[in-house]
């Protein structure tokens, strides 16, 4: 995969970030990563963090 736009997340229960970040990256080059976005527990669309991190990358109209 090249040449696309990706947003990278992931949910955190305990074990902390660690490398997602950076293992996105390599896995991913040649493509544009949107601003990464962790957050703890279950979430959904509706979550403030969640729903901040979507406008923020234009994924949901502000």
Do not use: C
């Not at 902390?16 to 979430?43: C, Q, S, V, Y």
């Not at 979550?47 to 109209?61: C, F, M, Q, R, Y």
């Amino acid at each position: 995969m090249q040449g696309k736009t990706i947003a990278t997340y992931n949910t955190d229960g305990g074990g902390g970030t660690m490398h997602t970040r950076e293992d996105f990256e390599a896995l991913l080059k040649g493509n544009k990563l949107l601003p990464h976005f962790t957050i703890f527990g279950t979430t959904d669309d509706e979550t403030p963090a969640v729903s901040k991190w979507l406008k923020e990358i234009g994924l949901l109209d502000k």
